[in-house]
């Protein structure tokens, strides 16, 4: 990126890579057995061994690609959380919080999940006590740093753009997630039952707000929701099997688990092409962008590589993770009958949903950005990159790639020593459902749709021998463009195409909707005055704005009762 | 070694020939299936089945015309929902299984596939920037993009009924064991993925793919028809197997039996089942999708009903039992 560490300390930009890339050298020897001749400093309770700090891996190749002073503090912060012990862990996840918020107000909106990092640090100094509530503790701590919410507002305020320091907070919240203690069984499975409808839900509005969201940056953010909607959904499926003993399933949720880290590569790979087109094309709003497929063909094949891996379409990881998903969910426990498996259809028809959503926010995405022709002057000019900054991106899809295809590897990397196969699970190249009853063969996949794309490929350069005319379009010349034109005017995505609007037509008529919204109006109009008089405040009066504190003790009063019957029945 | 050798050489073969009845096949049955909704339409004309690889080959035989802005993109989408399409073609069995992509017949995999040839021929439309044809591919993208929810649920629903979830699995499980107890979920399933999946179910999406080309001329143009033609019939090939799975021939079949015979029936089956097939599209296309022609989402609706459907009964009679 052009606006980056400054200039005098531009030369500690190597130093810090090879420094992250020598902790991600050392986390693997670490956890393969490899120990310093004079042993280990143990230091309880600041610092945490474990399987879990593997995560430094991907974190450190985070880290090592990073650009911005911001970029590079959220990865320090991220990996405190990886190896430190509950507090330090806790206070590095405040840290991540802190370099993600940009302005005051933002983090003025993390004071919640500050406060639940604290009593999640609380928690984990004395064992035993709050357990039964710290998923929902987790959940809260780790909203700001998944990216979680029902909101379906793409306002700036409410939708970041997306950077490195991001990708290094989901690191941090999995870390989190990842060491959660266990609690008693009944509430681990209702935890467990929660977190799964919860991540469904998530991962739909996620995948709308990267539909709607005005820049490429935030649909990339809308995208990574998506994913710590899953990272939500897994943590539930894990504590669901560790309540139910249910082993083959807890590992399989956990090997999933450790493939979601492997998709956040892709996320590297989208933010550092996105920082090249910023620099080469200029700002990355919507409305400005177009025909960059032509424009900058190598770096546009590696943007739409990423989004291929994060679209979960075969033959690349995020399939494959589509696939773990889908059988984790199928083998859920469930009550028999109809009523026992309702909940799992209207889930799966949630995630469905979301799932297209997501597919259409990535068709836009390519269509804008990347089909068409451009739209401004500066992005006319833009052009591939010189080839260093091309291999470093190019190096940056590496990893995802090499995942996609050899997940094996990644899960042996990252299982270490004291994983189910160590090293011996290098030679695993199939991905299995909990029971063992199917695999998938990512690397066979891949293989079978390159060889028949190179049969593809000969036949065209054997049948396409004449040259194809290429003509130029009618708006490209003298005549204005008119107001109902899809592509080409930065007042696209409004009117007729506006593919969420597409969408809202498809499931209500535009009449029905208006009706719609006007009720739901009414209705909260009709709420509020009601909370009002109630409050014995006469509506009208100028303090209506500040919630009545009875209401507000009210509230409290009873969702501690309604709490506790939840727990007590267990 | 030689019995594997023979068995690998064998499985080629087969893979091969079906690659090229199911290549060769796809205009025919769609020029039919228009042929049948004509006839239900009240037109009276005999049937033509050459008639669109007619087409084909004039979209072929015109000088190629491409937009300016996009062009490398326009030159290379069409050929890539080409190369999907052919991938899918070739995991779903037709009229034997054995084949060496048999073991990733995954559904999602097929529907995964499918759904990439699909996204290739909406970025086709979209990448001159032209409004015309952007505009309609943008809606036929919203359209289509609804299989998702559908194939998620088909899947889990398949999940329950099957060991591995793949089409090959299928076919060797209906050998052994009786589907009749879950013939009905099956059909739903299958009348779910048609739904849902094939454009030929739905006038309207049939205008707005023309629309999606209607500036591109030449091989290109010729590549994205048969690409759409190959998506269709792959997708009722999805239909037809898992409805009838039970007429697709196994290899230690056919090694008890006289082969050429059993081969040669086999095929018959597929082509009378993919008659069928083609039938029961025209009559959804007349019949039932031009009845709900003011509603975009009527058809998702219905499918995402078949599909939540075809779950409840198969769950209602697991509890049951």
Known sequence: MCVGLPRQARWARPVLAAGWLVVCGMAMACSHGCALPGGVVAWPGVFAGGPDVMLLVPLGLVAALARTPRDCSASFGAALVVIGGGVVSSIGAGWVLLALCRTPQAGRRHAPDMMALLLVAAGSRSPGHVDYLLPGLCWLATRGLLGLSLSLRVAPRGLRPFHMADIAAMIAAMSLWARLPAGTAVADMRWGGVLIVAGCLFYMTASWRALRAPDARRVLTGLAGGTGAIIITLAGLMLLARADDLPGMAACAQRTYLLVAGLLLAGVLGARALDVMECEAGALSLGRLGGLGVLMPRLSALFALALLAESGLPPLLGFSIIWMLLRLLASMPHAGGLAGEAPLLLALAVLGVGWAVRMLALVRIVAVMLCGRPRTPRGAGAADPPAQEQWAVLVAGLPIVLVSIWPGWWLALMQGAGGAGGWSGLAVVALTSPDGGAALHPARLCLFVALVGGVVAVVRWLACRAPTRQVAGWQQGAPGVPPWMVFGDPLTQVGPGNPARMLLDMVAAAPARQYFVRDYAHGLRLARRLVRVGAGRVAGAACWRRVPGPVVLLAACVGALMFIAWRGQG | ?321
């Not at chain 2, 039996?257 to 599209?281: D, F, T």
């Open chain 2, 1 to 321: 070694m030689a019995p594997f050798l023979a068995a690998r050489m064998q499985a080629l073969l087969l893979a091969g020939w079906h690659m090229a009845l199911v290549a060769l096949m796809a205009p025919v049955w769609i020029a039919l299936l228009r042929w049948m909704a004509a006839c239900m339409e009240g037109e009276r004309r005999p049937p033509a089945p050459l008639a669109h690889w007619r087409v084909l080959r004039h979209a072929w035989r015109q000088a190629g015309v491409r937009s300016a802005a996009g062009a490398q993109v326009t030159a290379v989408a069409p050929w890539l929902g080409l190369a999907a399409g052919l991938a899918a073609a070739g995991l779903v069995p037709s009229f034997c299984i054995g084949l060496p992509g048999s073991d990733l017949s995954d559904l999602l995999i097929v529907g995964g596939l499918l759904e990439m040839a699909f996204l290739a021929l909406v970025v086709t439309a979209l990448a001159a920037g032209l409004a015309r044809p952007g505009h309609a591919g943008l809606k036929a993208a919203c359209m289509g993009i609804m299989i998702q929810p559908v194939l998620l649920l088909v899947c889990v629903v398949l999940g329950l009924c099957l060991p591995d979830g793949t089409l090959a699995g299928l076919v060797r499980q209906a050998h052994v064991a009786d589907m009749n107890v879950v013939r009905v979920p099956l059909a739903l399933v299958a009348a779910a993925l048609v739904l849902a999946g094939v454009e030929e179910s739905d006038g309207a999406a049939l205008r707005l793919f023309a629309t999606m080309l209607e500036d591109l001329a030449g091989p290109d143009r010729a590549v994205a028809l048969y690409a759409r033609d190959l998506l269709a019939v792959v997708w009722m090939m999805v239909a037809r197997d898992l409805v009838w799975p039970e007429a697709i021939v196994e290899p230690d079949l056919m090694a008890r039996s006289w082969r050429g015979v059993s081969l040669l029936e086999a095929m018959g089956v597929w082509a009378g089942h993919m008659l069928l097939a083609c039938g029961c599209v025209a009559g959804l296309r007349v019949f039932v999708v031009a009845a709900g022609r003011q509603h975009a989402g009527w058809r998702a609706g219905l499918a995402l009903l078949c599909a939540l459907m075809a779950g409840v009964l198969l769950f209602a009679g697991r509890g049951a039992d």
